[in-house]
């Protein structure tokens, strides 16, 4: 048809803890396909958690291809109109291949995975800065959480990893990396036209700075942290900006030719798929739960408890935004507890409704602390625990638990955050009142927002559209594919209608429910060695 303006569109690979998605947005950030696949989980001994890293890049491969299949069935012509691709994934999830031949030489060590806790007491003990020997120049604790520690246990424990390390052959990477030296062809790479092209080895700022191996101030990988671990240099990835040309996917994916042009750890993205500016925060309710609040171009070191990273860095020469997160190992998860280890659901939809069958828990705790305690208690040796218990309990009382842990630990991240930023850290309403805003697959449930509220005192706001990860990633592909502007993204491209949820009581009652969680938090400490 005369005149009728071209088809554009981005892709965003958003690959989570527990399935991988690939969305399709077209010029206005409107999403018009997507495709979502679960994975398996391998739980291979109490609080060892892994991945298949060839399912990872199958389920990466259905979903773009089935997204792209529904997009055409709608009538959009999107092989043709497609810029960019824009990546975001699982932060600290550790994988090792061989450069020679492609294939991982162990699985996927998952960023909620404990095994490295011996070595985490190790290092504390040898390093005249204990716990916090790296902060200053990562931003990190030494923690189970981070990707050097679980690089030294399979360099450790794994001969194969060993003897790869020792001849040059291992590389590293995050599952970004993983993801993007398969997509640009990995070990034997071909591009459309036949001809060889050495696969992207990086990996992005963002999820750089989850590596505990990164210094947050030149944004390259620290040598004296590198020798103080023992981590050769030469089995890191090339590190460089969230939006930017990145590579041009190979032969033999869907989309062969077209560039991948952004990529974002899924925290991160979710802040840019929020449009947080300085003192904004935002909390991702998923397998985890994740609350960043963006410090502007000033890294905040936090005494309170909460991790000092990256917010975004929209192009190679654009300004480093920061941030301080509060981390929580366990919040979907626990709903995914209820139903395949409890057997109390049958689907996660059905929380809400059994949680709302009651007005309150019943004086019920539940401190789901399944693999330690992130922020801000950073207690590794928690185990999970409920108190409170009487013969008037009732499964309902336990799912409403469930709801309000997850909504209780996201509060004593921002009471750590309020602290952090201080007078003038934070931006407020026209009114003076903090924003949470808020996404993530659980945000679909009415009774947790309301729940998130009224323990936090605050408004809970919830975009039209909750996958805010996927789209910050299509937003980063789309500004370097120059589908769109940073001041067309951040002025409102995707402005929508929100909901609003408000607290609805007194304070005196806010305040003596937290008082009683922390009661509760304080009797899941020094418990790892009961199993």
């Not at 088809?7 to 947005?25: C, K, L, M, N, P």
């Not at 291979?44 to 259905?62: C, M, Q, R, T």
């Not at 050495?198 to 947050?216: G, H, I, K, P």
Request: proline share 3%.
């Amino acid at each position: 048809m005369a005149g009728k303006e071209e088809e554009v569109f981005v892709g965003a690979i958003d690959q989570g803890t527990t399935s991988t998605r690939f969305i399709i947005y077209d010029r206005n950030a409107k999403p018009i396909a997507s495709h979502q696949v679960e994975f398996t989980q391998f739980y291979p001994e109490a609080g060892w958690v892994e991945h298949d890293p060839v399912e990872i890049l199958e389920s990466v491969k259905i979903c773009m291809a089935k997204a792209i299949d529904k997009a055409t069935v709608a009538g959009y012509n999107v092989e043709a109109g497609l810029k960019g691709v824009g990546l975001t994934n699982q932060r600290e999830t550790t994988v090792i291949w061989s450069k020679a031949t492609g294939l991982p030489l162990y699985n996927a060590i998952v960023w909620m995975d404990v095994r490295t806790s011996s070595i985490c007491r190790r290092l504390e003990k040898e390093l005249s800065g204990g716990r916090t020997h790296f902060v200053d120049t990562c931003g990190l604790p030494i923690s189970t959480y981070f990707s050097a520690l679980k690089i030294l246990w399979l360099i450790e424990n794994v001969e194969v990893v060993q003897n790869a390390v020792r001849t040059g052959d291992a590389l590293f990477g995050t599952i970004d990396s993983w993801m993007i030296w398969n997509l640009t062809g990995g070990h034997n790479g071909t591009t459309r036209d036949g001809r060889y092209r050495a696969a992207s080895y990086v990996t992005d700022v963002s999820n750089a700075s989850r590596t505990m191996l990164m210094n947050l101030k030149t944004l390259d990988w620290d040598q004296p942290t590198l020798d103080t671990l023992g981590i050769p240099l030469e089995m890191l990835p090339e590190i460089i900006s969230n939006s930017e040309e990145i590579g041009i996917i190979a032969e033999g994916w869907p989309l062969a030719g077209v560039p991948i042009t952004g990529c974002l750890g899924d925290q991160h993205a979710a802040m840019l798929g929020q449009l947080c500016k300085k003192g904004e925060a935002k909390s991702t309710y998923g397998t985890g739960a994740f609350i960043l609040l963006n410090t502007g171009t000033e890294s905040v070191k936090s005494s309170h408890g909460l991790l000092s990273t990256i917010a975004y860095k929209l192009g190679p020469e654009a300004e480093t935004n920061y941030a301080v997160e509060g981390s929580i190992a366990i919040a979907g998860a626990a709903v995914q507890w209820l139903r395949d280890g409890l057997g109390l659901i049958s689907s996660a939809s059905e929380i809400e409704g059994l949680a709302e069958s009651v007005s309150n828990t019943g004086g019920v705790y539940f401190v789901p602390a399944f693999n330690g305690l992130f922020a801000p208690w950073w207690k590794d040796d928690a185990r999970g625990v409920l108190v409170g218990i009487t013969r008037y309990t009732n499964k309902a009382h336990i799912a409403r638990a469930v709801l309000e842990s997850m909504c209780f630990q996201v509060n004593d991240v921002l009471s750590s955050m309020h602290k952090d930023a201080g007078e003038g850290g934070e931006v407020r309403s026209e009114s003076g009142e903090f924003l949470l805003r808020v996404d993530g697959g659980a945000t679909v449930n009415n009774l947790l927002m309301q729940i998130q509220a009224d323990l936090l005192g605050s408004p809970v706001v919830r975009p039209a559209d909750i996958e805010t990860t996927a789209l910050g990633a299509a937003y980063a592909a789309g500004l370097a594919a120059g589908v769109w502007t940073e001041s067309q993204i951040f002025e409102g491209l995707h402005k929508e209608n929100t909901t609003i949820f408000r607290p609805k009581v007194e304070e005196a009652e806010r305040t003596k429910r937290r008082e009683s969680w922390s009661r509760a938090v304080a009797k899941s400490f020094e418990l790892a060695d009961l199993a």
